[in-house]
């Protein structure tokens, strides 16, 4: 069995920097912010494949199969962390983010019909928000 999901998210927002924290030659920043996403290209294909099996097993497993839907959809993103200048030229970015987004009504591929989720017999939709991190070292020249 496989399962995998590929998505573009492409995103426009703000970010806000709280007052500077200074000691000697070190900087440090705190931020917010916050804005839209919007998931292009997005792809999820689904693949099964049964080899050595007796006919009852693979009717109950419901036989070899490879399908790909997709579909695009709107999301949001909220990020809060903290931006560190160093005097030797290079920064630290650290923060942590949640972004929101469900793609709704996936089409297939192939046909451009809507795929219809076997558990619930609706249109199939996928999560894809969650939480992350992020940390980024910057270099200057």
């Known amino acids: ?14 970010a806000y920097y ?8 070190f900087q440090a920043r705190a ?7 919007s998931y292009t290209h ?6 099964q494949d049964l080899a050595g099996t007796d006919s009852s ?14 579909q695009d959809a709107p999301g949001y993103y909220a990020e809060a962390g903290a931006h560190m200048f160093f005097a030797s030229r290079y920064s630290v970015l ?3 983010l ?8 996936l089409r297939d591929e192939n046909t451009g019909q809507l795929v ?13 928000g969650g939480v992350g991190f992020r940390m980024t070292v910057v270099v200057g020249l």
């Open 31 to 37: 931020f917010f912010g916050g804005g839209l996403i």
């Open 42 to 47: 997005s792809r999820a294909t689904f693949a």
């Open 116 to 128: 219809i989720s076997p558990a619930t017999r609706k249109p199939a939709s996928l999560d894809v």
């Open 57 to 70: 097993t693979t009717a109950q497993l419901g036989g070899s199969f490879h399908s790909a839907a997709t």
């Open 1 to 14: 069995m496989r399962a995998e999901l590929i998505t573009a998210p492409v995103h426009i927002g703000a």
């Open 94 to 96: 650290l923060s942590a």
């Open 98 to 105: 949640y972004r929101s987004g469900e793609v709704t009504n």
């Open 18 to 25: 709280l007052q500077a924290f200074n000691q000697g030659d």
